[in-house]
């Protein structure tokens, strides 16, 4: 198993580019989220998913689209990109085994706005 | 916010020493996570407690939870050199309405030297 997959891993967008950053799972997990991690502030939750064509937003929507039209990927859309949005994001997707829950990670996703 | 802080932001210690680092959260949750980052990658799991349980091992990691006081520590006995890396708690929310939500601390930057 891949487990989660996030391309590209390194990425440069000039201010006001559009791209998506993919993330798929091979797991058959139900729930999938994108985080972004800047120093000094953790993982900061942008939006989730608890299963195919449901989502909603996290902790620092704004800037940032997503939608689930498979269990397996999950996309993370910039519409115009801001150097506020240089960051690293990662990818998640984790199961729910009654009130458990482990989340796995992607590699992460490098992003640079200039 | 239900971010949990962890304690200390850094530490830096000998191999063969033992690490602790404590997370304080806000609000009620079903379980508290441990999750390890090294540089440049995603974060993995380390170890799961629930909200009724009070201590938790595995391997040289211990884990400790106490409701009252919204806190958790995780101790690293015998540190390696090999356990260099940033450890992040996650807690989830226990109102049933937030699936698969996890919010995440800060995070411990861990130094073992050799």
């Known amino acids: 198993n891949a487990g989660v997959t996030q391309t590209p891993k390194f990425q440069v967008l000039k201010t006001g580019q559009s791209m998506t950053l993919q993330c798929a799972q091979d797991m058959n997990h139900e729930y999938m989220s994108w985080y972004r991690q800047d120093p000094g502030m953790g993982l900061r939750l942008i939006h989730y998913?608890?299963?195919?064509?449901?989502?909603d937003q996290g902790e620092v929507p704004n800037g940032y689209n997503v939608s689930r039209s498979t269990t397996e990927d999950f996309p993370l859309r910039l519409l115009s990109a801001a150097p506020s949005q240089t960051s690293v994001y990662f990818c998640?997707?984790?199961?729910?085994?009654?009130?458990?829950?482990?989340?796995?990670f992607g590699q992460g996703t490098r992003l640079t706005v200039v | 916010s239900q971010q949990g802080e962890e304690d200390p932001q850094a530490l830096s210690i000998q191999e063969g020493e033992n690490a602790t680092m404590n997370c304080s959260y806000k609000?009620?949750?079903?379980?508290l996570q441990w999750y390890r980052q090294n540089s440049g990658r995603g974060l993995v799991h380390l170890i799961l407690i629930r909200s009724n349980e009070r201590e938790k091992h595995s391997g040289r990691l211990r884990v400790t939870l106490d409701t009252s006081k919204k806190s958790s520590s995780l101790l690293i006995t015998a540190s390696r050199a090999a356990d260099t890396a940033s450890y992040f708690c996650?807690?989830?929310?226990?109102?049933?309405?937030?699936?698969?939500?996890?919010?995440f601390g800060r995070g411990t930057q861990l130094t073992v030297w050799p």
């Open positions: 609000t009620s949750i079903n379980n």
């Open positions: 998640a997707s984790s199961y729910q085994q009654g009130l458990d829950t482990e989340a796995f």
């Open positions: 998913s608890v299963g195919a064509g449901i989502t």
């Open positions: 996650a807690t989830d929310d226990d109102r049933g309405s937030t699936l698969g939500r996890l919010y």
